[in-house]
């Protein structure tokens, strides 16, 4: 199970000690891994398309956000993360 949280700052939830109640997230630290070294950007579209493709924003031309209705998206032939995991014969599902 991947996953990510857009706009939650990394002392946000309650697995630092810092009072906020995030029992459902906590669960999942302590019951998974917790990676705490990452980097995203400042828009949600190139954290994303940086995540499911494995590249740069700049190599992929989704530099900022992708507002809903828009044509822009990333290349059609660029590889992305589900069908690297379907290749190794994991099942994937969005929500």
């Known amino acids: 199970l991947l996953v990510v949280m857009d706009d939650l700052g990394s002392y946000d939830l309650g697995w630092h000690g810092t ?3 995030t029992p459902v997230c906590d669960e999942l630290i302590n019951s998974g891994v917790y ?3 990452y980097y995203v950007l400042p828009a949600c ?9 494995g590249r740069y924003p700049l190599h992929t031309g989704i530099n900022q956000l ?4 828009s ?6 032939d660029e590889e992305l993360l589900p069908q690297m ?9 969005a929500v």
């Open 35 to 37: 990676l705490s070294n």
């Open 19 to 21: 009072g906020i109640n």
């Open 45 to 53: 579209s190139p954290t994303r398309s940086a995540l499911m493709c």
């Open 66 to 69: 992708i507002r809903p209705g």
């Open 71 to 76: 044509s822009t998206g990333l290349p059609l």
């Open 85 to 93: 995991l379907g290749r190794a014969g994991y099942r994937r599902h």
